[in-house]
C-alpha cells in the first residue's frame, strides 16, 4: 500500500510545501524562507530552502540559477556541518549536470552525494542518488549497466511504500523495455506507474506515466487519437505545476505521435516549439531529439537530401561526443530510413 506522494527536497521550514505546488509559488516561497534564514545567521536552514530554491529553477530550465543555487546550498550546509545537506546539494548539483549532459560531472556529484548519505544515515538521499545515478545510465543507454540497480531501487522502494519512487523506477524500467522493443511489458509497467502516481497525488509521476503510454499506443497500436488523448492530460499537469522540461518532452512526444501517423507538417510545429524549449533551458538531449524529429519531417515534406544528411551527421557528431548512445541509434535508423547511410559526414 503506497501513501500520499510526498517531496523529500522541500525541507525545514518548506515541509508543508506539496509535491504538486506549482514551481513558481516554490520558488518564491523558498527564496523568501532562505533570506530569513540568512539573515539570522542560520546556515542549517539556508542550506535547506536553498535545495528547493535550486531544485525549482532547474525544473523551470533555469539553468544557470540553478547553479548558483544548489553550489551556494552545498556551501551553507558545509559551514552548518549538516551532513544530510550537503547530500542533498551534491544530489541537486549532479541532477542539474546530467540534465545539461554533462554526464562525468553527473556521476561524480551524484556518486558524492550517495556516499554522503550513507554517512550521514540519510536513506532517502542516499536512494535518491543511486536512482540518479542509475537514470544517467539510462539516459546514455547503458542499460545492462543500471538495469539491475533500477531493480534492486523498485524493490526498496516498494518495501518502504514510497509512491513517488516506485512510479520513478517502474518509469525507467519501461522506458528501458519500450527502447529495446518489449512493448507490452513496457505499457505494464507504465500503466501501474500511472495507476500508482494517480492514486498518491503524483502530478509529475502520472505525466510522466501519460507520455510513455501514449508513445506505445502510437507505435505499437497506431492510435494516434488515444495516445493524443494522454498527451493532452499529462500536459494539463505540467501546466499546472510550470514543468518546463517535462513539458518540452510532451511536445516532443507529441510531434512523434504525428510524424507516425504521417502528419508531417504538424509534425514539424511541434518539434520546432519543443526545440525552442529544450535550448531556452540548455537541455542538449532534449534539443537533439527535437532536431532529429524535425529533420525528419522536413525531409518527408521534401527538404533537400544533401541538407537531411548534413544535418543527421551533424546530430551523430553530437550525440557521439554527448556519450548518447542510444540517441544515436536513433540518427542511424534516420540515416536508414531516408537511404543516406554515412552522407554528409566530414
Request: aromatic content about 6%; glycine content about 10%.
Amino acid at each position: 500500500m503506497y501513501g500520499k506522494a510526498f517531496a523529500p527536497e522541500y525541507q525545514g521550514a518548506l515541509t508543508s510545501l506539496s509535491v504538486n505546488s506549482s514551481l513558481v509559488d516554490v520558488l518564491a516561497e523558498a527564496t523568501a524562507r532562505l533570506r530569513e534564514a540568512e539573515r539570522a545567521g542560520r546556515p542549517g536552514e539556508a542550506a535547506r530552502c536553498g535545495l528547493a530554491v535550486a531544485e525549482a529553477q532547474r525544473r523551470l530550465g533555469r539553468i544557470e540559477d540553478a547553479d548558483r543555487a544548489w553550489k551556494a546550498s552545498y556551501r551553507a550546509a558545509r559551514q552548518a556541518g549538516d551532513t544530510g545537506a550537503m547530500a542533498w546539494a551534491l544530489w541537486s548539483g549532479g541532477t542539474l549536470a546530467r540534465q545539461r549532459g554533462a554526464f562525468p560531472l553527473a556521476w561524480r556529484l551524484l556518486g558524492l552525494a550517495a556516499d554522503l548519505g550513507e554517512r550521514g544515515g540519510d536513506v532517502v538521499v542516499r536512494g535518491y542518488s543511486l536512482a540518479g545515478l542509475a537514470e544517467t545510465g539510462r539516459i546514455q543507454g547503458d542499460y545492462a549497466a543500471v538495469g539491475r540497480l533500477h531493480e534492486q531501487l523498485l524493490a526498496e522502494a516498494r518495501r518502504r511504500g514510497e509512491a513517488r519512487h516506485t512510479v520513478w523506477a517502474l518509469e525507467g524500467i519501461a522506458q528501458m523495455h519500450r527502447n529495446t522493443g518489449d512493448f507490452d511489458r513496457a505499457y505494464a509497467l507504465f500503466e501501474e506507474a500511472a495507476r500508482i502516481a494517480e492514486r498518491a497525488e503524483d502530478r509529475r509521476g502520472h505525466a510522466w506515466a501519460l507520455r510513455g503510454l501514449a508513445d506505445i499506443l502510437s507505435v505499437r497500436d497506431k492510435d494516434t487519437e488515444g495516445a493524443l488523448e494522454l498527451l493532452s492530460r499529462a500536459e494539463a499537469g505540467c501546466r499546472a505545476m510550470n514543468l518546463s522540461s517535462a513539458l518540452a518532452y510532451n511536445h516532443k512526444m507529441r510531434g512523434n505521435v504525428l510524424y507516425r501517423a504521417g502528419r508531417y507538417a504538424e509534425a514539424r510545429k511541434l518539434y520546432e516549439l519543443a526545440l525552442e524549449e529544450f535550448r531556452a533551458m540548455g537541455e542538449p538531449r532534449g534539443t537533439a531529439l527535437a532536431r532529429l524529429g524535425l529533420a525528419k519531417s522536413l525531409a518527408q515534406l521534401g527538404r533537400d537530401r544533401a541538407e537531411t544528411a548534413a544535418e543527421l551527421a551533424d546530430l551523430a557528431r553530437t550525440l557521439e561526443r554527448g556519450g548518447l548512445k542510444h540517441a544515436r541509434e536513433m540518427v542511424a535508423r534516420a540515416q536508414e530510413e531516408f537511404g543516406l547511410g554515412m552522407e554528409g559526414v566530414r
